[in-house]
């Protein structure tokens, strides 16, 4: 019998960086399994690693220099470390994508937050510019952002920090990739 591999393995997961006051281990032998329509909530304290974690698993923790990875991580059964960058780029919003924790490095001051979401709709999906910012309306709609139409044309720093945060979500759901790492939780409302 053939058995499908999980959506996300992590196997052994070490992240570890070399600071000024010697070795910091911020990841430790972390083991997990998501199979696809799965949901797994990670809890632990500030400091302990979650943010670490989940760039990890997305292959932005960059190896060598001061940072060592060590483990593996396995995406529908392949090894995201033997990847080639492209290939990679490929599986960033189209299968895997990152809500990050903190939005306003998430999103660049000078883009609308309209070109944030259509730019990856463009890229990955390769609809057109109207088809990209209708699509765009109905993200925000989804995330619940008030008046889409008008927030679609407006810049990061117009809107709240709770709005931002949303779209920060939306531009995670963009692709409707398999595997989201959601390392701000989106409102129980959504
Ligand atoms: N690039 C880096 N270089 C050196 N140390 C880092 C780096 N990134 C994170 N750290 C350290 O790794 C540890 C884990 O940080 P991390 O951001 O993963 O915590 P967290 O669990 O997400 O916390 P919070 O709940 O506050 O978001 C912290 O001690 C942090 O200072
Ligand atoms: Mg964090």
């Known amino acids: 019998m053939t058995h499908e591999a999980p959506l996300l393995t992590v196997k052994e997961v070490s992240t570890r960086f070399r600071t000024k006051r010697g ?3 911020a990841v430790e032998q972390v083991c997990l399994q998501i199979e696809a329509g799965e949901t797994l909530g990670l809890v632990g304290e500030s400091g302990s690693g979650k943010s670490v ?15 060592t990875v060590t483990g593996q991580v396995l995406f529908e059964g392949h090894d995201m470390q033997t990847l080639t960058r492209k290939e990679q780029q490929q599986l960033w919003g189209n299968d895997i994508a990152m809500v990050f924790q903190d939005p306003m490095s998430a999103l660049n001051p000078f883009k609308k937050i309209g070109t944030h979401i259509t730019e990856s709709l463009r890229a990955h999906l390769g609809l057109d510019k109207a088809r990209a910012r209708e699509r765009a309306i109905e993200l925000l709609r989804k995330v619940r952002i008030p008046e889409p139409t008008r927030r679609i044309d407006q810049y990061p720093h117009e809107l709240s920090g ?20 959601a390392d701000e939780p989106p409102p129980p409302s959504m």
């Open 53 to 67: 974690l989940g760039q990890t698993i997305m292959g932005l923790v960059s190896h060598g220099g001061n940072t």
């Open 23 to 25: 070795r910091l281990r």
């Open 162 to 181: 709770g709005m931002r945060q949303r779209v920060v979500i939306a531009m995670a759901l963009a692709c409707d990739p398999k595997l989201i790492i």
